[in-house]
């Protein structure tokens, strides 16, 4: 017998939930029960992936926050706190990379805004979730990466 925990009022944020990976877990999250915070640059994605996700879960709610910057991370979990009084579940979808540059030509300001993406947003939103969590005896975090992670990727170009 194949059975799944409940997500039904559990609280949920998905840093980088507005497009790919990020959207396709907030989805996801949704469906299964859970309110869903999407965390993104992008307002005018965040307001399609927000309608979108409001299909499963009337609550669900977009926050307009660079993951990679400390207030705005702190903003928007007060945010959730406040709104829901939980963060049950984090997923860290926040990253990716803008620039195809070969190694040897890739300006090292670039590269430190790759590392902020992909490494500084994770430790961000986990260190603001993880006391809520620790008070709640209960918490998931979940840290994704698509396969450009693993594997080098040849003119890929993201930007969450």
């Known amino acids: 017998m194949n059975r799944r925990a409940s997500l039904q009022g ?14 396709a877990a907030a ?17 005018e994605r965040g307001a399609a992936a927000q309608e979108q996700v ?33 963060i049950d579940i984090l997923v860290n979808c926040a990253g990716g990379f803008t620039r195809t540059d070969p190694l040897e030509e890739l300006a090292e300001a ?13 430790y961000l939103c986990a260190q603001q979730a993880a006391p809520a969590m620790k008070r709640a005896g209960y918490g998931r975090i979940v840290n994704v990466s698509s396969i450009a992670g693993r594997e080098g990727v040849l003119e890929a170009s993201l930007a969450y």
Not at 10 to 23: D, E, K, P, W
Not at 57 to 83: H, K, M, N, Y
Request: no cysteine; aromatic share 6%; charged share 25%.
């Open 10 to 23: 559990q609280a949920a944020l998905v840093s980088g939930g507005t497009a790919g990976i990020g959207l």
């Open 27 to 43: 989805e996801r999250l949704a469906q299964e029960g859970a309110r869903v915070a999407m965390l993104g640059r992008n307002p």
């Open 54 to 86: 409001r299909r499963s879960s009337p609550d669900a709610l977009f926050l307009q926050a660079d993951a990679a910057r400390r207030e705005e991370v702190e903003a928007a979990f007060g945010q959730i706190l406040a709104r829901w009084g939980r």
């Open 110 to 122: 670039e590269w430190g805004r790759v590392v902020d993406w992909n490494l500084k947003s994770a």
